[in-house]
């Protein structure tokens, strides 16, 4: 099974600033990765696929990269409804897996 | 649009069992599988397992297997998670979602969710 790791925990940023949340695969998934936002009460919401593919009506400041072990999610300029956990999750291999989630929090 | 819709919040106590639908709609029930994820309180998203909307066939992942099932009724487009002898540690948001991406799979949309408490 593919372990993923996120990092960090918890990250507290102010509105309009960058957020980087990190998510490591113990094993290459190649670009086999997606990320979701989840909100208090709420279902998992699809950000990104193919570790850099934004889904439908995801704005452009979601911004995915990485490939292999190493993944990168960027929020480029943070707005007061994006303050929520995120995970990764890896679909490169069965079973499919997610990391244990980075909340980001109003600083 | 597509949707996910899930039955209602559950009570019950350990030993009974559950039945947990989701109401696919806004595409064809049988061209995606259903896949099934659990969220413990205040944890993360683990994968359940999926079932092949064509035939029928569930595949279970470790940790699932025995007192879960996953069956179908397509007449109806919907899918179910049946839980038996249930447990405490079996509290949690269980979430009905669909693969895409060809032979890949993430996971878009998602159902509501469907909180299960077992308590005695």
């Known amino acids: 099974e593919i372990v993923m790791t996120q990092s960090p925990a918890t990250l507290s940023v102010s509105p309009g600033e960058r957020a980087t949340l990190s998510c490591r695969a113990s094993?290459?998934?190649?670009?086999?990765l997606a990320w979701y936002q989840q909100k208090p009460g709420q279902a998992p919401r699809l950000l990104i696929y193919?570790?850099?593919t934004r889904a439908t009506g995801i704005p452009a400041r979601f911004i995915g990269s990485g490939s292999g072990t190493e993944f990168t999610l960027t929020i480029s300029s943070l707005q007061s409804e994006d303050f929520a956990v995120y995970y990764c999750q890896q679909y490169n291999s069965w079973p499919r897996t997610f990391g244990q989630g980075t909340k980001v929090e109003i600083k | 649009q597509v949707q996910l819709v899930q039955s209602g919040s559950e009570l019950k106590k350990p030993g009974a069992s559950v039945k947990v639908s989701c109401k696919a709609s806004?595409?064809?029930?049988?061209?995606?599988?259903m896949n099934w994820l659990r969220q413990a309180p205040g944890q993360g998203l683990e994968w359940m397992g999926w079932?092949?909307?064509?035939?029928?066939?569930?595949t279970y992942a470790q940790g699932f297997t025995g007192r879960f099932v996953f069956s179908l009724d397509t007449s109806v487009s919907t899918a179910y998670l049946q839980i038996s002898s249930l447990k405490t540690e079996d509290t949690a948001v269980y979430y009905c979602?669909?693969?895409?991406?060809?032979?890949?799979?993430?996971?878009?949309?998602w159902g509501q969710g469907t909180l299960v408490t077992v308590s005695s």
């Open positions: 079932i092949n909307t064509n035939t029928g066939n569930p």
């Open positions: 193919g570790a850099s």
């Open positions: 979602a669909r693969p895409i991406g060809g032979g890949a799979h993430w996971f878009d949309p």
């Open positions: 094993q290459s998934v190649s670009s086999k």
């Open positions: 806004g595409y064809t029930f049988t061209t995606y599988a």
